[in-house]
């Protein structure tokens, strides 16, 4: 019997038009009344999770930014990796500011700075959902003086150039120092997330088989994208919604629906009913 679900965010709960419908939401509390946890597992920050917050009324810890921040169901940090202002500072030097975001763990806005995007960005979508978190800066020192605390620098990057960022982490003896993350594709370009160290959502699911008491073979992973497939290795079971991608369908042990389908509804329902084995 599983004890836990783990659930990724947008692509899984979240439909293409980033809601949540009536019966994902039913389906969440289907499992809560039997008795099986529910925790969140996604890339977003907390003031990007934070509107979700009420729908989801989270009983368990809440895993953000890809594991790299880890809350009670209160509110407290339970784990967080940051990035060191000196290695911030050398990610700098080696991708610039421009397409860059750097995100800090704050519960008031802003979380992120940047200083600016190219025009043919195909993240622009996604850029412009979240301005109102977002600050701009001209200069990375203005950032570096900053007293904050670092958790992140995602990168827009051209898909065939993550050999080319990982070649340049190492030249900059930054291996040891900062975890890599691939967190999607959008056409030829990537959204290359670069944290501290030991992060992943992999790691996360560790943590909490710790912090919780429960195996990870006793958890369910649900995911669509590519930051999910580590921890779809490691779960007891690993679902891949029928949006994402092949290669993380070919890692999952099934594929249900997709998320404009209502597949979370689908695999709890089946679940439930013992139609899933």
């Not at 293409?16 to 039913?26: A, L, V």
């Not at 009324?57 to 967080?80: C, E, H, T, W, Y």
């Not at 056409?187 to 912090?211: Q, W």
């Not at 092949?246 to 509804?265: F, I, L, R, T």
Request: glycine share 8%; aromatic share 10%.
């Amino acid at each position: 019997m599983y004890e836990i679900f783990v659930f990724d965010l947008d692509g899984t709960l979240l439909n293409s038009r980033k809601e949540m419908t009536d019966r994902t939401i039913e389906a969440l509390r289907t499992l809560e009344d039997a008795g099986i946890g529910v925790v969140i597992c996604t890339g977003r920050s907390f003031l990007s999770f934070k509107p979700f917050m009420d729908e989801l009324n989270p009983s368990f810890p809440i895993i953000l930014q890809n594991g790299a921040v880890i809350l009670s169901k209160d509110g407290r940090i339970l784990r967080q990796s940051i990035l060191r202002s000196d290695v911030v500072e050398k990610l700098f030097e080696l991708f610039g500011l421009k397409d860059s975001i750097i995100f800090t763990f704050s519960k008031t806005s802003p979380d992120r700075f940047t200083g600016g995007f190219s025009d043919e960005n195909p993240f622009m979508k996604y850029v412009d959902s979240t301005r109102k978190l977002m600050e701009f800066v001209d200069d990375p020192k203005n950032i570096l003086r900053m007293n904050i605390e670092f958790i992140e620098v995602g990168i827009f990057r051209k898909k065939w150039m993550g050999v080319e960022i990982l070649e340049k982490l190492n030249s900059a003896n930054l291996s040891g120092e900062v975890s890599l993350i691939v967190s999607n594709f959008l056409s030829d370009t990537g959204f290359f997330e670069i944290f501290g160290p030991e992060v992943s959502k992999g790691r996360a699911l560790k943590f909490l088989e710790k912090h919780l008491g429960i195996s990870t073979k006793k958890m369910v992973f649900i995911g669509d994208n590519y930051n999910d497939i580590d921890a779809m290795r490691i779960a007891g079971l690993s679902v891949a919604m029928g949006n994402s991608p092949d290669e993380v369908k070919k890692v999952a042990d099934m594929v249900v629906p997709s998320c404009d389908e209502e597949g979370v509804s689908y695999l709890v329902r089946e679940m439930m009913r013992g139609g899933l084995k």
